[in-house]
């Protein structure tokens, strides 16, 4: 991972938890978009695994797909329509599961999202 991306404690938390045997581990639902993700000079915010939230929260929807890359890598990826989001400057992203957590912060410079164009991203899960 890099330092603009980080699995959260509840993420971790939830992790051991079902490696006890307490609980297993809920679904990854979909994405978690957001606006908040560079300070006021346009330097991105490193995320904090103690963050349960993106700085400023635009959209959630669920993902597209996903990939198992490896033994240890599963890619998701989500695609914003021509009519989400028009004109944002999308500079946070994240994973939240069934439970509404969020278990993964992605922080980047700002893409600017026009309203005749679709996009996608993907988040790397590795463990």
């Given at each position: ?50 963050e ?34 028009p ?41």
């Amino acid at each position: 991972m890099t330092q603009n991306q980080i699995i959260t404690v509840a993420a971790r938390k939830k992790m051991l938890r079902a490696r006890a045997g307490e609980i297993q581990l809920p679904k990854i639902m979909g994405f978690v978009f957001g606006d908040g993700g560079v300070n006021a000079s346009g330097e991105v915010i490193s995320p904090l695994e103690s963050e349960s939230k993106l700085k400023h929260e635009i959209l959630r929807k669920a993902y597209d797909k996903y990939t198992i890359l490896d033994d240890t890598t599963c890619r998701y990826e989500c695609t914003i329509a021509e009519n989400e989001l028009p004109n944002a400057l999308i500079s946070e992203i994240g994973l939240y599961d069934k439970d509404g957590d969020i278990l993964v912060i992605k922080r980047f410079s700002k893409k600017g999202k026009d309203a005749d164009l679709s996009m996608t991203f993907w988040i790397n899960d590795t463990f």
